[in-house]
């Protein structure tokens, strides 16, 4: 069965724009969570997302925002860019929320100019 | 291939050697453990897991041990190989529906 599926894989924008990540999950996983990952901060939690529903939020500005389809389907959006928004950005899905193992994409790299 | 650590504490093995991968954990609460391994240019990949009640778990190559009296996770490797090298990364689930919480990750190199 296909794996967790992130789009774009590379991606470069210039501060104040915005930006739209897209990940579809293994097929039949409901739930969806976000990550982004830097050098100096390592895995920091975005957001979950389980039945279109925001379960959970990281300690991240409201620039950070998320949402998820009814197909399971979930985008992050970040606008007005900053520098530090440079980061890979890393969705998993699991078959329910809060517990078991997390399946990753391989990310989307965001680079920010 | 991606950077995804470059301040990482690292660990270089010979090949055939055993790796020991350590990490402290610091809720007391936590009740289920993961170890992740994340090659160049790939997302985190599973490896295994443990829970609370366990204080050690095998699999292929691999073994989890759990001190919960000191907070302590580490991830033996056995007969580690060049397709080891990646980097490590603990987390917990702090229980009650909480997102997986991860540590800053190891990196492995295996000398060949």
């Known amino acids: 069965k296909a794996g967790v599926t992130q789009t774009p894989r590379y991606l470069i924008k210039t501060r104040g724009q915005q930006v739209t990540l897209s990940c579809s999950p293994i097929s039949g996983h409901r739930s969806v969570s976000w990550y982004q990952q830097t050098p100096g901060q390592g895995l920091q939690f975005l957001f979950e997302y389980f039945s279109e529903t925001q379960r959970n939020k990281g300690n991240f500005p409201g620039r950070f925002s998320g949402r998820q389809f009814s197909n399971s389907r979930s985008e992050m959006n970040v606008s007005t860019l900053e520098l530090g928004d440079s980061a890979l950005y890393l969705c998993?899905?699991?078959?329910?929320?809060?517990?078991?193992?997390?399946?990753f994409g391989e990310g989307s790299r965001l680079t920010v100019l | 291939g991606e950077s995804v650590g470059l301040h990482l504490p690292t660990l270089s093995v010979q090949e055939g050697d055993n790796s020991i991968i350590n990490c402290a954990y610091s809720?007391?609460?936590?009740?289920?453990f993961i170890w992740y391994k994340q090659e160049s240019g790939k997302g985190p990949q599973f490896i295994i897991d443990?829970?609370?009640?366990?204080d050690k778990r095998q699999g292929q190559r691999v073994t989890v041990l759990l001190n919960k009296t000191v907070k302590h996770l580490s991830l033996q490797i056995a007969a580690t190989q060049p397709g080891d090298s990646a980097v490590y990364f603990c987390?917990?689930?702090?229980?009650?529906?909480?997102?997986?919480?991860f540590g800053k990750g190891t990196r492995l190199s295996v000398i060949a």
């Open positions: 443990i829970r609370s009640n366990m």
């Open positions: 998993a899905s699991s078959l329910v929320q809060g517990e078991g193992e997390l399946f």
């Open positions: 987390a917990e689930n702090r229980g009650g529906n909480t997102p997986l919480v």
């Open positions: 809720n007391s609460a936590s009740d289920y």
